[in-house]
C-alpha cells in the first residue's frame, strides 16, 4: 500500500514530546508542523531543539535509508549547502521515527524578492550538483507526485468537483502525453530532491537560503522535473505581469550553476503544470478520506489553479516560450517582410528571390525554416564546419567563465596572438599581433600603419577587389564603388594570374600616384573572379612594391586558415615575405574575431601605437574562438584536405565537359568557374539553389561560379554539388 494510502500517524503533541525524551534524550514541548502523510515536530528545549519526525506506517526502512544517505552525501560534497542532518532513529508504536536538526529560518512566499528567486534557483542546482554521483536503490520509487508521471493522475482529476477545472487539468494532461511523454527518457536524471519547493526550505534574514528539509519524496527522476517543482512554488501566489520574470529569474538562477539543455527548456512548461495538476489532483482526492487535515491539504489549491488558469488562458505555446522554449521559425515570408520593414534599402538585399532561411547547421549543411537541407558550397566563414562542436564549446565555456575586454589581463588573448606569430613564416619577421573584429577593421588599420610607416597616400589594388566597407578600405575596395565613382590614390591593377602586363600595369599606377604606401592583396583575388597567379608574379609584384617604397598587405580574410591549400597562409606558399597580413572572415568560424600581423618597426612609426583599442577586438570568447578554429585545422589536418578536396572538386568539374564552361580556377577549396556569360552563371546559381546546392557568383562581369564551402567539404559533397552542377549545365 502507498504511503499516500495509509492512515498518517496521529501522535499527540505529549505523546512527541515524550517520545523525543525517551528515545532521543531532547527534552521540550512539542509544536505541529504539519504534514501531508506524516508527522512532523518542533521539539522545543534541550540543547537548541530538534525535528521530530513520525513516518507513516507505510513507509519503507529501505526508503528512509534513502533519505539519511542521500543527506549525508549532500554534505560530504557540498557541505556549505544547509541540509538538516538526521540524529537518530528509532521505531515506535509501528512507526519509524527520526529526529532531525533543527535549523533556523523563516519561510518563504510569493513576496520574496528577485535576488532571493535567484538565489533559490542557483542552491538549488548546487543541491542537485551535489546529488548528481548519488545512488541507492530505493530511488526507483513509485510516487504519485513523480511529475513524470503526470498521466496517473487521471483517475484522481474526477475527484476534482468543478466541472471547468476538471477539464482544465484534463486537458493539461493531455497535453502532457502528446508533448511532454515522449521526450522524458532523453532527460538528464540523478536522484533529486523531490519536492524543493518553499515550504521546505528556510531563509535567513536576507532571504537566503539557511535551511533545507525534509528529502522525503527523494527519488531518481529527470533533473528539471525536479525543477519544474522548485519553479511552480515561486510561481504561485504572484500577481499575473509577475509569473513568468520571476520564472525567468529563476531559471537563470539555476542556469548559473547548471545550464539546461535545449530539450529541458522544451519540457519544462509542460512539466510546471503537471506539477501543478498533481497538486490540485490529490488534494481533491486525498481531501475526501482525510476531512480533517483538509487545511493542509488543501493550502496550495487555490494558488495552484490560478497558475492553471492563467497557463489556459495564455495558451501553452506561450507558457512554453515564457519559461525559455525555442520559438518556432518564423514564415518565411513574413521574416522578409518584417526584414525590409526594419532595416529600409541600407543592408545588402538577400541572396536570391526564394531567400535562404536557414535556421540550423551542421558540417557543410544548412537546415532551411521548412525542414531542407542545403549543401553549403558559399560559406567560407564557417571553414570548419557549420556548428563545430569544438568551436561551439569554446564560446560557451568562456562566455560562462568571463568575456571582458583587451585592457585587462587574460590568457586566450596572449595565446592567440602568439599561435598567430608562430604560424606565420619566420622569414617574415611578422612579430606583432592586433585583434579587431571584422576583415575591414584589420584592413583600415594596415592601411594606417602603412601611410604612417611609409609617409605616402597612394595605394595600388586589383582590378575588382574588395578590402572592406570602412572609409577607407571601401576606397580600397573598387568591387563596391557605384558606376562613376574612382576614389583618389588608389590606383588598379589587373590581378595577376589573369595574364595581363603586371610591370605596365604597375607602372601605370606608380604614375598614378603620388607617393606609395601599399599594395593591398587577396591571396585568392576572390572578387576579381578567383585567380591563382604563379610564385614568381607575386615575387615580382612584392618586389616591385617595396622598390616603391609601399607595404605589401596580404589580405588574408579569404585565402587564409588553409582555404587555398598546402599551407595555413596562402603567400607561405610562395615563400612570400608581407609586412603586414590582416585576417578575418574564418577566424572565429563565425563569431566575429579579425587580426593583423605586423612587424615591430612598421608599429614604431605608427603615431597612434599605444591608442589602439577596439572594445570587442581579442576578448576571450572571440580568441578562445578564434584558437579552437586553429586547433580544429590541425587536428582534422583541414589543409591537406581542402587542397586534396579541391583538387578532385576541380577535376570534376572539368569532367563534364559543358560548352558554358571557359575555366575552372582555383586553388584548395576557393574555386571560380568561368562561365561564358553573366546570364549563364546566374542562371546556374539559381538552379542550384533550385537544387538544395548553395554557391556565387564573382568577377567583374559577374560571369563566374564562386565556390568556397567550408573545408570540412569531403567527397560526399563533391558528389552532390558536381551532380547538380550537371544537371544546371545540361
Ligand atoms: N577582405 C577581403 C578579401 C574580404 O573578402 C572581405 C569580406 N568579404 C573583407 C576584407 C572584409 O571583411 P569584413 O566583412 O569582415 O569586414
Given at each position: 500500500m502507498s504511503v499516500l494510502e495509509t492512515n498518517p500517524p496521529r501522535f499527540t503533541l505529549d505523546e512527541a514530546a515524550r517520545i523525543a525524551a525517551d528515545a532521543f534524550g531532547v527534552v521540550g514541548a512539542a509544536t505541529d508542523l504539519g504534514s501531508e502523510r506524516d508527522q512532523a515536530f518542533l521539539i522545543d528545549g534541550g540543547a537548541g531543539g530538534a525535528i521530530l519526525k513520525v513516518s507513516n506506517s507505510g513507509e519503507d526502512e529501505a526508503v528512509l535509508d534513502l533519505e539519511e544517505r542521500a543527506i549525508a552525501h549532500v554534505l560530504a560534497v557540498d557541505p556549505g549547502l544547509p541540509v538538516a542532518r538526521p540524529l537518530g532513529r528509532t521505531t515506535y508504536d509501528g512507526h519509524h521515527v527520526r529526529l532531525f536538526e533543527l535549523l533556523h529560518g523563516h519561510k518563504g512566499d510569493h513576496t520574496l524578492g528577485d535576488a532571493a528567486v535567484r538565489d533559490y534557483a542557483e542552491t538549488h542546482a548546487r543541491l542537485n550538483l551535489a546529488l548528481r554521483s548519488f545512488f541507492h536503490p530505493a530511488a526507483a520509487r513509485d510516487l504519485?507526485?513523480?511529475?513524470?508521471?503526470?498521466?496517473?493522475?487521471r483517475p484522481l482529476?474526477?475527484?476534482?468537483?468543478?466541472e471547468r477545472r476538471r477539464g482544465l487539468a484534463e486537458r493539461a494532461i493531455d497535453r502532457f502525453e502528446a508533448e511532454v511523454a515522449p521526450h522524458l527518457p532523453l532527460l538528464r536524471a540523478q536522484v533529486v530532491h523531490g519536492d524543493f519547493n518553499l515550504d521546505n526550505v528556510l531563509l535567513d534574514d536576507d532571504d537566503r537560503i539557511s535551511g533545507i528539509v525534509d528529502f522525503g519524496d527523494c527519488a531518481y527522476g529527470p533533473q528539471v522535473g525536479d525543477f519544474a517543482i522548485a519553479l511552480a512554488s515561486l510561481m504561485r501566489g504572484r500577481a499575473g505581469g509577475e509569473v513568468f520574470r520571476i520564472a525567468r529569474l529563476a531559471i537563470d538562477g539555476y542556469a548559473s550553476r547548471v545550464p539546461f539543455e535545449p530539450l529541458e527548456l522544451e519540457l519544462l512548461a509542460g512539466l510546471v503544470e503537471a506539477r501543478l495538476v498533481a497538486i490540485v489532483a490529490i488534494s481533491a482526492w486525498r481531501v475526501r478520506s482525510y476531512p480533517e487535515n483538509a487545511a493542509y491539504i488543501q493550502s496550495w489549491d487555490d494558488d495552484s489553479w490560478r497558475l492553471l488558469e492563467l497557463f489556459d488562458e495564455v495558451g501553452a505555446a506561450t507558457v512554453r516560450r515564457e519559461l525559455g522554449a525555442a520559438q518556432p521559425p518564423a514564415r518565411t515570408v513574413e521574416l522578409v517582410r518584417r526584414r525590409s520593414a526594419a532595416l529600409g534599402a541600407l543592408l545588402t538585399p538577400l541572396t536570391y528571390a526564394d531567400p535562404v532561411h536557414p535556421v540550423r547547421g551542421e558540417g557543410a549543411w544548412l537546415f532551411d525554416a521548412a525542414g531542407r537541407r542545403l549543401l553549403d558550397a558559399?560559406?567560407?566563414?564557417?571553414?570548419?564546419?557549420?556548428?563545430h562542436p569544438r568551436v561551439t564549446e569554446a564560446v560557451v565555456d568562456q562566455t560562462r567563465r568571463l568575456n571582458t575586454h583587451a585592457r585587462y589581463l587574460y590568457e586566450p588573448l596572449v595565446e592567440l596572438a602568439e599561435r598567430l606569430i608562430a604560424s606565420?613564416?619566420?622569414?617574415?619577421?611578422?612579430d606583432t599581433v592586433m585583434l579587431v573584429n571584422s576583415g575591414s577593421e584589420a584592413n583600415d588599420l594596415a592601411w594606417r600603419l602603412a601611410a604612417a610607416a611609409t609617409g605616402s597616400r597612394g595605394a595600388v589594388v586589383t582590378e575588382h577587389a574588395y578590402h572592406g566597407v570602412t572609409a577607407a578600405t571601401s576606397d580600397l575596395s573598387p568591387e563596391e564603388w557605384p558606376v562613376g565613382v574612382v576614389a583618389h590614390d588608389v590606383a588598379r591593377i589587373s590581378p595577376?594570374?589573369?595574364?595581363?602586363?603586371l610591370d605596365g600595369d604597375f607602372d601605370d599606377a606608380l604614375a598614378a600616384?603620388?607617393?606609395?604606401a601599399a599594395v593591398f592583396l587577396d591571396g585568392a583575388l576572390t572578387s576579381d573572379g578567383v585567380y591563382t597567379p604563379s610564385g614568381d608574379e607575386l615575387h615580382r609584384l612584392v618586389e616591385r612594391t617595396h622598390a616603391a617604397g609601399g607595404l605589401y598587405v596580404?589580405?588574408?580574410?579569404?585565402?587564409?586558415?588553409?582555404?587555398?591549400?598546402?599551407?595555413?597562409?596562402?603567400?607561405a606558399r610562395h615563400g612570400l615575405a608581407p609586412d603586414v597580413v590582416t585576417l578575418g572572415k574564418p577566424m572565429g568560424n563565425g563569431y566575429p574575431v579579425a587580426a593583423v600581423v605586423t612587424r615591430r618597426d612598421i608599429v614604431d612609426r605608427f603615431p597612434f601605437a599605444g591608442r589602439t583599442f577596439s572594445t570587442?577586438?581579442?576578448n576571450p570568447v572571440a580568441a578562445r574562438a578564434a584558437l579552437a578554429v586553429l586547433d580544429v585545422i590541425d587536428d582534422e589536418r583541414l589543409v591537406a584536405h581542402a587542397a586534396a578536396v579541391g583538387e578532385a572538386l576541380r577535376s570534376e568539374i572539368a569532367a563534364?565537359?559543358?560548352?558554358?564552361?571557359v575555366e575552372v580556377r582555383g586553388s584548395g577549396l576557393i574555386v571560380g568557374v568561368q562561365l561564358c556569360s553573366a546570364e549563364r552563371a546566374r542562371a546556374v546559381v539559381d538552379a542550384l539553389r533550385a537544387d538544395g546546392v548553395l554557391i556565387g557568383r564573382t568577377g567583374k562581369d559577374e560571369d563566374v561560379l564562386k565556390i568556397r564551402p567550408p573545408?570540412?567539404?569531403g567527397d560526399e559533397h563533391v558528389a552532390v554539388l558536381v551532380a547538380a552542377l550537371r544537371r544546371a549545365l545540361r
Open positions: 504519485l507526485w513523480d511529475v513524470g508521471q503526470a498521466p496517473r493522475l482529476i474526477a475527484a476534482i468537483d468543478d558559399y560559406n567560407n566563414v564557417p571553414v570548419v564546419g557549420h556548428c606565420m613564416p619566420p622569414a617574415a619577421r611578422l595577376p594570374g589573369r595574364g595581363g602586363d600616384l603620388d607617393g606609395l596580404a589580405d588574408e580574410v579569404q585565402a587564409g586558415h588553409g582555404r587555398m591549400g598546402d599551407e595555413l597562409w596562402s603567400f570587442f577586438g581579442g563534364i565537359g559543358s560548352d558554358d564552361v573545408l570540412v567539404f
